[in-house]
């Protein structure tokens, strides 16, 4: 997703732990998600449990 430009990432040194790498959404990033998340079930994602159902929350329309 880096590579498509929807994501951007930061490596965070830490001293006490591993490194880590922290994640953001780029606006285009932001757009696809919202493209997505827009587009229709295909009848194969019921449950609670798919990322459109606990994205469909947090994302603002």
């Known amino acids: 997703m880096e590579e498509k430009g929807w ?3 930061e490596e965070v ?3 006490e732990k591993p490194n ?4 953001s959404l ?4 932001k757009q696809e998600l919202q ?3 827009s587009t229709p079930e ?3 994602c019921e449950s609670n449990d798919c990322p459109k159902c606990l994205f469909d ?3 603002p329309c």
């Open 20 to 23: 880590k790498r922290v994640y």
């Open 26 to 29: 780029t606006e285009a990033g």
């Open 7 to 9: 994501l951007l990432s």
């Open 13 to 15: 040194v830490q001293t």
């Open 57 to 59: 929350a947090c994302i």
């Open 42 to 44: 295909t009848g194969y």
């Open 35 to 37: 493209s997505w998340l």
